[in-house]
C-alpha cells in the first residue's frame, strides 16, 4: 500500500527542472509533499486533495490526478536549496489523518 | 507558534531496557501522530490521537509500543523491552482537523539507539 515514487534519486546543475511522481495502487483523497534535509524533520511543501488540482508555492508546485491515482511535484529552475529527499504521504479518507509515505526521492542541485 | 517539540532528542539505551518519548503538539492542534523513520525510507505510520482519544494503531505496531495523549495536548509514546530493530528516528506530527486541507507539521524527532 506504500505509494512508489519516481525517479529513487535525481541530480541537476542549478536552474534546471525537476518532476518528482508518486503513485499509489489505493484511492486516493489527498497527496502531502514534505522535502527533508539530512538529520531535520520533513517540512510541508503542500497538500492536494483529490479533484485534479494543481498547486503552485513559487517555483514549486504539483498536480494531482485522481483516476490514475498519482501526483507529481515540479520543481522549475532549481536552486542549491532544494536539495533534500523528497516524500509523499497520501491519504485515503476524509475520516481518518493517516498518511502513507513513500519511500523519498533524493535531490541533489549541484552549482 | 513555537512548532511541534520532542523529548528527548537523542537516546541511547541497552537492549531491554524501557523508553519514554515525549511530544508537544502546536497549541491549537488537536491531531497528534506518531511515525516511525529508518534510514533511507519514509515515516511509517504509528499512531493517531484526537484529543485524547487513540484513533487508530498501525497493525504492524509490536504490543510492546505504547502511546498515550491523557489530557488532549501532550503525548508520550513508550517502547518497553527495547530490542535493536527499534533504532530509528521516531517523529511527531501534530495538525487541526476542522480545515479541509489538514496538515501535518513535524518535530526535529527522537533518535533512538539500542545497543
Known amino acids: 500500500q506504500q505509494p512508489v515514487q519516481s525517479p529513487q534519486a535525481v541530480i541537476l546543475r542549478e536552474g534546471e527542472d525537476a518532476v518528482i511522481n508518486c503513485s499509489s495502487s489505493k484511492a486516493l483523497y489527498s497527496v502531502h509533499w514534505y522535502r527533508q534535509k539530512h538529520g531535520e524533520a520533513p517540512v510541508f511543501l503542500m497538500i492536494?486533495?483529490?479533484?485534479?488540482e494543481q498547486k503552485g508555492h513559487e517555483k514549486i508546485s504539483a498536480s494531482f490526478n485522481e483516476k490514475k491515482q498519482q501526483s507529481s511535484l515540479y520543481l522549475t529552475a532549481s536552486q542549491l536549496s532544494y536539495s533534500g529527499t523528497y516524500f509523499c504521504?497520501?491519504?485515503?479518507?476524509?475520516?481518518?489523518?493517516?498518511?502513507?509515505f513513500g519511500q523519498g526521492t533524493t535531490l541533489q542541485v549541484k552549482p | 507558534d513555537t512548532g511541534v517539540s520532542q523529548n528527548p532528542r537523542h537516546k541511547i539505551t541497552k537492549r531491554g531496557q524501557n523508553v519514554t518519548f515525549r511530544c508537544d503538539p502546536i497549541?491549537?492542534?488537536?491531531?497528534l501522530y506518531w511515525y516511525r523513520q529508518t534510514l533511507g525510507q519514509g515515516p511509517e505510520f504509528l499512531t493517531y490521537f484526537q484529543n485524547e482519544a487513540q484513533l487508530e494503531k498501525s497493525r504492524l505496531l509490536s504490543d510492546r509500543f505504547s502511546a498515550e495523549r491523557p489530557k488532549g495536548s501532550f503525548s508520550t509514546l513508550e517502547i518497553q523491552r527495547t530490542e535493536q530493530g527499534d533504532s530509528a528516528m521516531y517523529l511527531c506530527a501534530s495538525s487541526f482537523s476542522g480545515t479541509v486541507q489538514e496538515t501535518q507539521y513535524f518535530g526535529p524527532g527522537t533518535r533512538l539507539l539500542v545497543l
Open positions: 492536494l486533495l483529490k479533484g485534479g
Open positions: 504521504g497520501t491519504g485515503h479518507s476524509s475520516n481518518t489523518g493517516k498518511l502513507i
Open positions: 497549541s491549537e492542534h488537536n491531531r
